[in-house]
């Protein structure tokens, strides 16, 4: 179940171009509250297609628009307020890492304070879970390098702190460069989870 997670850097677009998936809903429903949704993904080493469940959390969900409520007929009870149980469902109602094998954060390298969540965000994870930095835009950086607040010495870093769960690569969603790393990398939650697997089999 791999989860990204952000402030939103591209993630509508993320999986599009590495699998045919579902497309996520458009805006503005989009950023509204937690989202998930399957694709199938291929294990090349064995042509093994295997279901993958997405969420696209969001830390905190916007209160969607409720429909005006329709007058009472006279003697009834005006509709009940809105219980806190109805409101969206995003990371202060979910425990988004439960059961997840591989989390994706996406950064964005002309935005200092993108990688400053990631860094807060980060500690929350489990180690068990597989974790990829994903440097978005790259191809606006290499257009306008000044443009750019995170040098790649910060992210080199930054990396050189994390554990060996974590995991970094560049990419464009625009153009889909480095979105290759990420189907490869898919194998790393997938070859855990396999291997749990067969430990739990040869302890019955």
């Keep these: 179940n791999p989860h990204p997670r952000r402030p939103r850097h591209g993630q509508k677009q993320l999986f599009r171009p590495v699998c045919k998936a579902a497309p996520f809903p458009t805006a503005p429903y989009l950023h509204l509250k937690l989202i998930f949704l399957h694709i199938i993904w291929n294990y090349k080493a064995t042509d093994e297609a295997v279901r993958v469940e997405i969420w696209d959390v969001v830390d905190r969900a916007k209160p969607q628009p409720q429909a005006a409520p329709s007058p009472s007929p006279e003697g009834k009870s005006p509709p009940a307020p809105l219980q806190s149980s109805s409101l969206p469902p995003d ?89 290759k790393e990420l189907s490869t990398w898919l194998n790393i939650p997938f070859l855990k989870l396999k291997r749990a697997e067969l430990g739990r089999q040869l302890e019955q």
């Excluded at 439960?98 to 990688?115: N, Q, Y």
């Excluded at 929350?124 to 950086?141: G, Y």
């Excluded at 060996?164 to 464009?172: G, H, I």
């Design 91 to 179: 990371a202060t109602n979910v425990d988004v890492y439960r059961g997840a094998h591989g989390v994706i954060f996406l950064v964005d390298p002309t935005r200092k304070r993108t990688l400053d969540y990631v860094r807060k965000a980060i500690e929350n994870v489990p180690e068990t879970v597989e974790i990829l930095l994903l440097a978005n835009f790259t191809d606006a950086v290499w257009q306008k390098p000044q443009a750019r607040e995170l040098s790649e010495s910060k992210l080199e870093q930054f990396m050189r702190r994390q554990g060996e769960n974590v995991r970094f690569a560049e990419c464009s969603l625009k153009t889909c460069y480095g979105l």
